[in-house]
């Protein structure tokens, strides 16, 4: 059985955006409140929560950053071909 895990992710256009909102994220802004406020993707609906997910499922670049992560660990930014994404595994 392969490795699942869940992340919720926040996903935005500008690198400039990624960096103001991973400061909010530091200096203890929820997660999901920041998602639904910033993502430009359908999860923000859902405070960015990806679901379960297994290796092979993402793009390279946002996989290796989400399974490097302890729960409850947030990523730096990471840069995909859909944008800059800020990471967070739930599970």
Known sequence: MSEKIRC???LVEKETTAKEVLEK??????????A???SIDG???RG???????????????EK???ALKKGEV???????YGYHI???TE
Do not use: C, P, Q, W
Request: hydrophobic fraction near 35%; charge should be positive.
């Open 8 to 10: 919720s992710h926040i």
């Open 25 to 34: 994220i530091k200096s203890g802004e929820s997660f999901a409140k920041m």
């Open 36 to 38: 639904e406020k910033y």
């Open 43 to 45: 999860t923000r609906k």
């Open 48 to 62: 960015g929560d990806l679901g379960f997910f297994k290796r092979g499922a993402m793009v390279k670049e946002f």
């Open 65 to 67: 950053a989400s399974f």
């Open 75 to 81: 990523s730096g930014i990471v840069k995909t071909n």
């Open 87 to 89: 990471i967070k595994r």
